[in-house]
């Protein structure tokens, strides 16, 4: 049984192939339409899916889309005659957008597929219920979703068991964690849906003065995580900004404008609404195991993307495992509603459990050939170095890293998800102090003070950071090892704000935040054996079993898919080495880039 999920037209489309139970493809469409966080219709990442699948569209047994687009629409008229007369500008932008493609789902799944088979819907909670439990290791656990909104829910919990997945509770529209982080993310400059891991970043540096403030003017938070907004403050639920004069009043002045210089206020608030969001998460878990009884606990929403958020709940022990979807927002949904109909619609078992996961690193995306790599070096003229075999490529590599060197590095698969997991990766030696502001300001091109993420030997994490467990998906923060932090000294500690960035404080600097914390990667020998042995040798080489890891794309652009992307971003930036496949690439020897061109275009791809 072949089934195809489909998520779009609200942020993040994508497309996931299930066969049998077995994920055999899934991608997200901005990285083929290079247009970060596409939400139209995912027609490139459905071709690949099938294509990477053997199969057409006429030989699916189903399409399943994510959500209910009428249901929430229901929602969407419900809110605006709550509110009316407010919110008529909104409500008239709006209209078009629906009438012309969200109720129109069937017809465009028929239309670009030139399908004509079974179309189902999962609800849009259910949908992230089902990525979360499915793929876990576990064979019952509870599960939590939270997220912005998707029909009416807002956050929810239940069971799942088998081969089906029991939502128990829901949390409604307006009020929502989602939206709440949303909000301050527009507040402090950055953009809704997709600045909200910049908050995050931000958060160590400020200190958490308006906690208070929030908990007394913005929302009324229960002993179970349930929590109701006071709308007053707010404009998302009728107007075209997620903040209102009154949300401005209470934090003392107008939303900083984007792009404008950061003030202790935007890190006081990132601050406050990072604590507020963990103690929320943490009084949600107390609740869902109290109320399941379960051992176990799976994530997804969009708020499951909060490491930091994931890294104190581990920490606080509710849950003897947690188990997160690499891809908690609403692009996972694609998996998720292929699980749905899966299991739901046609009553086929579960797979059986494996004792790490079934996502298997979320290497799902497109792999290139070295026929393919050779097609592209030949069709420009492109000087190369071919390693002997993966042993001789890993060497070389780690020793180029050990030198200082940054090395864009594009192998197999593409992940699915948010993060790049050592197949779209930009990589440096963490142990360098200049390596966290190069990177960002020369190669990332974004704000310095954004941390980077430390990819690190499974088998070594414990020797590197305070964790025990694995977090093969970059969704969980824990602190650098004590014995490898360096103490400030007094005039450090008495630094604030973005004065803290350039302190040196452990023997990985580069991958060690302000809080001497680190959004860890563990890289196990059976996800991805290349890069494991990339890590191996790098540790051979300088005695350091960690590598900064962060992706292959600059700011404001989609992680890279194809070779092609890569040089591109490769000769557009500063780093030094591009690595695709068993080839090695110098910056110094590469002819200029003569304008963009559509390579794609000029040859045949295997």
């Known amino acids: ?53 053997g199969t057409t ?29 407010r919110g008529f500008r909104s409500f008239v932008m709006a209209m078009p957008v629906w009438l012309k493609d969200k109720l129109w789902i069937p017809d465009t799944i028929e239309s670009s597929l030139e399908y004509s088979g079974k179309i189902l819907y999962a609800e849009h909670h259910e949908s992230h219920a089902a990525s979360a439990f ?5 064979e019952r656990a509870a599960f939590l979703t939270v997220d912005g909104v998707g029909e009416y829910a807002t956050s929810s919990f239940g069971v799942g068991n088998g081969n089906t997945v029991t939502i128990l509770a829901e949390q409604h529209f307006p009020h929502s964690l989602g939206l709440l982080y949303s909000a301050f993310t527009y507040f402090t400059g950055f953009r809704v849906n997709s600045g909200e891991y910049k908050v995050m970043g931000l958060a160590p540096y400020g200190e958490p003065k308006y906690v208070q403030t929030i908990y007394d003017n913005l929302i009324d938070l229960k002993e179970d995580g349930s929590f109701h907004m006071n709308m007053e403050y707010f404009d998302y639920a009728t107007g075209l900004t997620m903040t209102n004069d009154r949300f401005a009043r209470l934090f003392g002045g107008e939303a900083r404008a984007a792009e404008s210089a950061l003030t ?8 406050s609404v990072q604590d507020v969001t963990e103690e929320i998460m943490l009084r949600m ?11 176990n606990l799976c994530l997804a929403g969009g708020v499951a993307l909060n490491c930091v958020a994931n890294g104190k709940l581990l920490r606080e022990n509710i849950f003897e495992q947690l188990w997160i979807q690499p891809a908690a927002g609403d692009a996972g949904g694609a998996i998720g509603a292929a699980y749905v109909g899966y299991h739901h619609a046609f009553g086929r078992p579960a797979l059986p459990r494996q004792p790490r996961d079934l996502q298997h690193g979320s290497y799902f995306g497109p792999a290139y050939s070295n026929g393919d790599l050779k097609k592209m070096f030949a069709a420009r003229a492109l000087p190369y170095v071919e390693a002997d075999d993966e042993a001789a490529l890993c060497s070389r590599v780690a020793g180029l890293l050990a030198d200082g060197n940054v090395v864009g590095w594009h192998q197999g698969r593409m992940e699915f998800g948010p993060r ?22 020369k190669i990332k091109y974004r704000e310095s003070f954004r941390p980077f993420a430390p990819a690190v030997l499974a088998e070594d994490v414990s020797e590197w950071f305070d964790i025990a467990t694995e977090s093969p998906y970059m969704l969980l923060v824990a602190d650098v090892k004590k014995e490898r932090q360096r103490p400030m000294s007094g005039s450090e500690m008495r630094l604030w704000g973005i004065d803290k960035l350039n302190i040196v404080r452990s023997d990985i600097p580069a991958v060690t935040h302000v809080d001497y914390s680190a959004r860890i990667q563990t890289v196990h020998k059976d996800d991805n054996p290349l890069f494991h042995r990339l890590l191996e040798e790098f540790k051979k080489t300088t005695g350091c079993a960690v590598l900064v890891n962060t992706s292959f794309n600059v700011r404001g652009e989609p992680i890279v898919e194809s070779p092609q992307d890569a040089y591109r971003c490769f000769m557009r930036t500063e780093m030094d080495v591009l690595v695709v496949g068993n080839y090695i690439l110098y910056k110094k020897d590469q002819p200029p880039l003569d304008g963009d061109g559509d390579w794609k275009k000029e040859y045949e791809l295997d």
């Open 420 to 441: 790049a997991l050592g197949n779209r990766s930009i990589l440096g030696d963490p142990r360098s102090a200049e390596m966290q502001k190069r990177m960002n300001l």
């Open 57 to 85: 569209a006429a030989a699916l047994d189903a399409v399943v889309f994510y959500d209910k687009p009428f249901t929430k629409f229901n929602r969407l008229l419900e809110t605006y005659l709550h509110f009316a007369p």
């Open 285 to 295: 878990a107390r609740h869902v195991r109290k109320t399941t009884g379960e051992k």
């Open 264 to 271: 202790q206020r935007e890190m006081d608030l990132a601050r």
């Open 1 to 53: 049984m072949t089934i195809l999920g489909i998520s779009a037209f609200y942020h993040d489309a994508a497309a996931a192939l299930l066969r049998d139970g077995v994920i055999i493809a899934a991608a997200q469409e901005e990285r083929f339409s290079r247009k970060k966080h596409d939400d139209r219709f995912p027609i490139h990442a459905v071709e690949y899916c099938l294509r990477e699948g």
């Open 134 to 138: 499915f793929p876990s290791p576990f």
